[in-house]
């Protein structure tokens, strides 16, 4: 235990050498390049997706304009953990709030970090989406005559299956503009 209060006791005084807001700044880059990481899940998803797709059209060529609009809509959808990540991280380049705030430094600047581990939980919801999406997409291909009943189902799946990415979204929110934190400094 006296190891790692000495790396934290050590690490403090390191920190002590910058200014708050080279700290909030750097903390800001950090923070942006996390929230990115969520982008592996509807890579995932939606390349999922994609190879049911083609699965989907190999075995029911006559179908492939319907098998291709349930393919793109189910992808689409499983981007939005994605875009949610992309809105953060672009807050948090362009008009982080936190930047100028009066306070201890490593708050702010852990509150920013957080903001961007935050959206790591998109990866969830993009690759559950997705599979959603390869999943209806393989079912309008074995069963045409069903594909609005299919289109339903999985939409309705996919939105149930993107409320953690929309958990973390507003968490990161929170901590940028309503950061109940930096009432405690």
Request: hydrophobic share 55%; proline share 3%; no cysteine.
């Amino acid at each position: 235990m006296d190891e790692i209060s000495n790396l934290i006791i050590f690490l403090l005084d390191w920190l002590d050498q910058f200014s708050p807001t080279a700290l909030v700044l750097a903390a800001t880059a950090l923070a942006a390049g996390l929230a990115m990481i969520a982008g592996i899940g509807p890579g995932i998803g939606q390349g999922f997706a994609a190879g049911k797709g083609a699965e989907a059209v190999a075995d029911n060529t006559e179908n492939s304009n319907n098998i291709t609009f349930v393919m793109l809509l189910g992808s689409a959808v499983a981007e939005t953990s994605g875009i949610f990540s992309l809105v953060v991280a672009l807050i948090l380049l362009f008009g982080n709030p936190m930047i100028g705030v009066e306070g201890t430094a490593i708050v702010i600047a852990s509150s920013v970090l957080g903001s961007g581990l935050a959206m790591i939980a998109g990866i969830g919801p993009g690759i559950g989406q997705g599979y959603a999406a390869g999943k209806g997409t393989e079912s309008a291909g074995r069963r045409p005559e069903y594909q609005g009943l299919i289109v339903k189902v999985m939409l309705l799946g996919q939105a149930v299956g993107q409320t953690t990415g929309i958990y973390a979204l507003v968490i990161a929110l929170i901590l940028l503009f309503a950061n109940p934190l930096l009432a405690l400094l």
